[in-house]
């Protein structure tokens, strides 16, 4: 039996722990490709986060009627309906947003996170820890592409949402809305939270080890480490 | 915390100082080669000076001095030894600087260095690690973020009236102008810093190969590319430059002397040298003839850089002394 | 065999429920969308019209091409719908013409995917302005780094010659195939 999670946990651990973006390396086509701004990151986000929702509840919801032969068959379909719906939606209240989107809506339909999450987590799961955990994925990558589109804008156009934060004098780098621009910040922005976590494993056992010294245990191996969990 | 540390240290703390193939004796220190280097650029520095003005030796600082400061940095933080002092980091910033337009922004300078260091060197472990050239790393950054700063050239102080602020390859590019061959060789044209002047160039390169720091044969392949493939598309069509422009104008010298050598993003064998050299020439062709842009020798070396570990593979040279083990 | 009955009938299930509330939703916004879309074209037509108040379209012209009106009802010029290649991907053009084909009312870019910064400042005034009033006989000339002395000399944007070029090729071609197209007489 696996352990039995607490409810906000289930949010909580794709906000970092299992962000879909830096950790699961998910989705990573719309965020290399919308991110030149905040608010293409943040539409993107929106959309996703919609369709993840509420596939993951459809899907949790009939995961015992489907035959598990054709399960992806059918989540895709699933999934696709929600993406066409947003789609069309945004074609017609938000006609800029959709045009600066182009292709990566209907794209969703693709995006890794959402089939991923419905095959990881949904189809194994209630429905109400399936929404807090696509909820969770979903925040997690608005949270990702918000930090990548805030970077790029800001030093590719000077502005952040559209307001001018840096002054004239600096020359906005060009490079940074370009798609070069987008994996020099995402390899960045991955490298630093590896050497992160990295860092904070390390004070853990070291942690762990003094703790173990104070209760006068000699033998401290990599096996018994490992056991500890660090 | 120190008793912890005893505990642990048989296991951890063994260190091996770990350096890639081929581990060869030489004359020549790291640090010696590097300074020799920057030796070897001083007739293209005085070149740059005397054609764009003093005050160019202001972006050729900044260069340096970024270089060498986010080298020291990285290093600090990432607790490795500092080796600011062995000449390596001063030389990329050096040739960064050699390849960008006079009068060209400080602020803009520092940024590459920062970039060709950073991005282009330490992030892959530092020295001897890098897949790419990290000057034109930096250059490459240059060009993608400020495109229009990177391609502003100034006139040369020694214009006469038929001399244009243009580069030879943007006139031939934009206005199918040839520029004569002997202003490119004395330098009175416009373009980068260090490129300019083919006579600087070759002063530099030459005493370089005959103290043998450089490989002849990868600049010598890149000539011969040059003939070949520049003769080709020359002989296809006249209306496309001739081989002996394409090896004056813009950077090809300066590249093939200073940029495709370097020792750590060039191919270790001679056979490997050669194809380095060629496949170099013939991305440049193709660049200079079909691209966008002007000019591409930065792209050609650094498109060329990516294939090094794999031509290094493949011209392996057969070990000898192995007996085949017989068949049963 | 029950296997098999079971698997096709969820699917056809899904698919159904999938389709029937794609198709409300579609019923929803296929009107908004086309409205969008007419209302957008009509905006760039007039754009580079703007004392437009009706506009036809010229059928059977094989690209699209729209004749205006003004107030009067007396036709004011052409709006264009011309496209070729950038420096990276397609310029589509809306290109204003007044009557006689022979000036450039105003040009709006309608798409385009040039470099940044650099390429797109064919979006922006001191480039675009050159088209208002831009004489077009006996076609459109580019010309580098000097004041243009002829009224129908465009100059280059510094750093995207192949940008400013293109914009040139694109609205020459599309007169040319306009002047065709209309001395063959599909209109008056």
Same mark, same amino acid.
């Given at each position: 039996?696996?352990?039995?999670?607490?409810?906000?946990?289930?949010?909580?651990?794709?906000?970092?722990?299992?962000?879909?973006?830096?950790?699961?390396?998910?989705?990573?086509?719309?965020?290399?490709?919308?991110?030149?701004?905040?608010?293409?990151?943040?539409?993107?986000?929106?959309?996703?986060?919609?369709?993840?929702?509420?596939?993951?509840?459809?899907?949790?919801?009939?995961?015992?009627?489907?035959?598990?032969?054709?399960?992806?068959?059918?989540?895709?379909?699933?999934?696709?309906?929600?993406?066409?719906?947003?789609?069309?939606?945004?074609?017609?209240?938000?006609?800029?947003?959709?045009?600066?989107?182009?292709?990566?809506?209907?794209?969703?339909?693709?995006?890794?996170?959402?089939?991923?999450?419905?095959?990881?987590?949904?189809?194994?799961?209630?429905?109400?820890?399936?929404?807090?955990?696509?909820?969770?994925?979903?925040?997690?990558?608005?949270?990702?592409?918000?930090?990548?589109?805030?970077?790029?804008?800001?030093?590719?156009?000077?502005?952040?949402?559209?307001?001018?934060?840096?002054?004239?004098?600096?020359?906005?780098?060009?490079?940074?809305?370009?798609?070069a621009?987008?994996?020099?910040?995402?390899?960045?922005?991955?490298?630093?939270?590896?050497?992160?976590?990295?860092?904070?494993?390390?004070?853990?056992?070291?942690?762990?080890?003094?703790?173990?010294?104070?209760?006068?245990?000699?033998?401290?191996?990599?096996?018994?480490?490992?056991?500890?969990?660090? | 915390?120190?008793?912890?540390?005893?505990?642990?240290?048989?296991?951890?703390?063994?260190?091996?100082?770990?350096?890639?193939?081929?581990?060869?004796?030489?004359?020549?220190?790291?640090?010696?080669?590097?300074?020799?280097?920057?030796?070897?650029?001083?007739?293209?520095?005085?070149?740059?000076?005397?054609?764009?003005?003093?005050?160019?030796?202001?972006?050729?600082?900044?260069?340096?001095?970024?270089?060498?400061?986010?080298?020291?940095?990285?290093?600090?933080?990432?607790?490795?030894?500092?080796?600011?002092?062995?000449?390596?980091?001063?030389?990329?910033?050096?040739?960064?600087?050699?390849?960008?337009?006079?009068?060209?922004?400080?602020?803009?300078?520092?940024?590459?260095?920062?970039?060709?260091?950073?991005?282009g060197?330490?992030?892959?472990?530092?020295?001897?690690?890098n897949i790419f050239n990290?000057?034109l790393v930096?250059r490459a950054?240059?060009q993608a973020?400020?495109?229009?700063?990177?391609?502003?050239?100034?006139?040369?102080?020694?214009?006469?009236?038929?001399?244009?602020?243009?580069?030879?390859?943007?006139?031939?590019?934009?206005?199918?102008?040839?520029?004569?061959?002997?202003?490119?060789?004395?330098?009175?044209?416009?373009?980068?810093?260090?490129?300019?002047?083919?006579?600087?160039?070759?002063?530099?390169?030459?005493?370089?190969?005959?103290?043998?720091?450089?490989?002849?044969?990868i600049?010598?392949?890149m000539?011969?590319g040059?003939?070949?493939f520049?003769?080709?598309?020359?002989?296809?069509?006249?209306?496309?430059?001739?081989?002996?422009?394409?090896?004056?104008?813009?950077s090809f010298?300066?590249g093939a002397?200073?940029m495709a050598?370097d020792?750590?993003t060039s191919p270790?064998?001679?056979?490997?040298?050669?194809i380095f050299g060629l496949g170099i020439s013939l991305v440049l062709v193709v660049i200079r003839?079909y691209g966008?842009l002007?000019e591409g020798v930065m792209y050609s070396i650094l498109f060329m850089n990516g294939f090094v570990p794999l031509i290094?593979?493949?011209?392996?040279?057969?070990?000898?002394?192995?007996?085949?083990?017989?068949?049963? | 065999?029950?296997?098999?009955?079971?698997?096709?009938?969820?699917?056809?299930?899904?698919?159904?429920?999938?389709?029937?509330?794609?198709?409300?939703?579609?019923?929803?916004?296929?009107? =908004?969308?086309?409205?969008?879309? =007419?209302?957008?074209?009509?905006?760039?037509?007039?754009?580079?019209?703007?004392?437009?108040?009706?506009?036809?379209?010229?059928?059977?012209?094989? +690209?699209?091409?729209?004749?205006?009106?003004?107030?009067?009802?007396?036709?004011?010029?052409?709006?264009?719908?011309?496209?070729?290649?950038? +420096?990276?991907?397609?310029?589509?053009?809306?290109?204003?013409?007044?009557?006689?084909?022979?000036?450039?009312?105003?040009?709006?870019?309608?798409?385009?995917?040039?470099?940044?910064?650099?390429?797109?400042?064919?979006?922006?005034?001191?480039?675009?302005?050159?088209?208002?009033?831009?004489?077009?006989?006996?076609?459109?000339?580019?010309?580098?780094?000097?004041?243009?002395?002829?009224?129908?000399?465009?100059?280059?944007?510094?750093?995207?010659?192949?940008?400013?070029?293109?914009?040139?090729?694109?609205?020459?071609?599309?007169?040319?195939?306009?002047?065709?197209?209309?001395?063959?007489?599909?209109?008056?």
């Amino acid at each position: 039996m696996k352990k039995q999670v607490t409810l906000l946990k289930e949010f909580t651990k794709g906000l970092w722990e299992i962000n879909p973006t830096f950790k699961q390396i998910l989705g990573t086509c719309p965020t290399l490709a919308v991110t030149v701004s905040v608010i293409n990151g943040i539409a993107m986000a929106l959309a996703t986060t919609f369709v993840l929702v509420f596939s993951s509840l459809i899907i949790s919801l009939v995961r015992k009627l489907i035959p598990n032969q054709v399960r992806i068959a059918a989540y895709i379909v699933i999934i696709a309906s929600f993406v066409t719906i947003v789609d069309l939606v945004m074609k017609a209240q938000f006609q800029d947003l959709s045009k600066a989107l182009g292709p990566f809506i209907p794209l969703i339909v693709v995006n890794c996170i959402i089939l991923g999450r419905a095959e990881a987590f949904a189809s194994k799961n209630g429905p109400l820890r399936s929404v807090l955990d696509a909820l969770g994925n979903g925040v997690g990558f608005f949270i990702a592409l918000v930090i990548m589109g805030g970077i790029r804008e800001v030093l590719g156009s000077r502005t952040f949402l559209g307001y001018q934060v840096l002054p004239n004098g600096f020359e906005p780098w060009l490079i940074m809305i370009l798609p070069a621009g987008a994996f020099i910040v995402f390899g960045l922005l991955m490298g630093f939270s590896n050497m992160y976590v990295e860092r904070k494993k390390n004070l853990e056992r070291e942690a762990l080890i003094a703790q173990y010294r104070r209760v006068g245990r000699e033998e401290i191996t990599d096996d018994v480490l490992k056991e500890a969990g660090v | 915390m120190t008793d912890t540390q005893t505990l642990i240290e048989p296991k951890q703390k063994v260190y091996f100082d770990l350096t890639t193939s081929p581990h060869l004796h030489s004359k020549w220190s790291t640090s010696k080669v590097m300074w020799f280097v920057v030796a070897a650029l001083i007739p293209s520095i005085i070149a740059a000076i005397t054609f764009f003005g003093w005050m160019q030796i202001f972006i050729i600082i900044t260069a340096v001095v970024f270089a060498v400061g986010t080298e020291a940095a990285i290093q600090s933080i990432r607790k490795k030894k500092v080796t600011w002092f062995d000449g390596s980091a001063a030389l990329t910033g050096l040739l960064l600087a050699l390849t960008l337009p006079p009068n060209f922004s400080l602020s803009a300078t520092a940024i590459g260095s920062v970039v060709a260091i950073g991005l282009g060197k330490q992030i892959f472990g530092g020295l001897g690690y890098n897949i790419f050239n990290p000057a034109l790393v930096g250059r490459a950054f240059l060009q993608a973020a400020f495109p229009v700063q990177i391609t502003t050239w100034v006139k040369p102080n020694f214009a006469v009236d038929s001399v244009t602020s243009a580069t030879p390859l943007a006139a031939f590019k934009f206005d199918k102008i040839f520029t004569d061959t002997v202003p490119m060789a004395i330098g009175n044209v416009g373009g980068s810093l260090g490129e300019t002047s083919a006579i600087a160039v070759l002063v530099g390169g030459i005493l370089l190969i005959a103290v043998g720091i450089v490989n002849w044969r990868i600049p010598l392949s890149m000539i011969i590319g040059m003939f070949l493939f520049g003769g080709l598309f020359w002989f296809i069509n006249p209306q496309n430059p001739s081989p002996v422009f394409h090896i004056f104008a813009g950077s090809f010298l300066f590249g093939a002397m200073f940029m495709a050598t370097d020792w750590v993003t060039s191919p270790i064998t001679n056979k490997g040298m050669w194809i380095f050299g060629l496949g170099i020439s013939l991305v440049l062709v193709v660049i200079r003839i079909y691209g966008g842009l002007p000019e591409g020798v930065m792209y050609s070396i650094l498109f060329m850089n990516g294939f090094v570990p794999l031509i290094n593979r493949y011209t392996k040279p057969t070990i000898f002394g192995v007996v085949k083990e017989e068949k049963k | 065999m029950k296997q098999v009955a079971h698997i096709i009938a969820t699917l056809t299930l899904i698919g159904v429920i999938a389709g029937g509330s794609l198709s409300l939703v579609n019923n929803w916004a296929a009107p =908004k969308i086309a409205l969008n879309q =007419k209302a957008e074209t009509e905006c760039a037509i007039y754009l580079v019209h703007l004392d437009g108040k009706r506009y036809e379209e010229i059928k059977n012209a094989g +690209f699209e091409v729209y004749k205006v009106f003004n107030e009067a009802d007396s036709s004011v010029g052409y709006s264009l719908v011309y496209s070729g290649n950038g +420096f990276q991907g397609k310029i589509k053009l809306m290109i204003g013409l007044t009557e006689d084909l022979n000036k450039t009312t105003s040009i709006e870019v309608l798409e385009q995917s040039e470099t940044p910064g650099l390429g797109t400042k064919i979006l922006e005034p001191p480039y675009k302005d050159q088209y208002n009033g831009l004489v077009t006989t006996p076609s459109i000339k580019l010309v580098k780094g000097v004041e243009p002395s002829n009224p129908y000399e465009v100059q280059s944007i510094t750093g995207a010659t192949i940008s400013s070029r293109a914009v040139v090729t694109i609205v020459n071609e599309g007169i040319a195939k306009l002047r065709a197209v209309e001395n063959k007489g599909a209109s008056k």
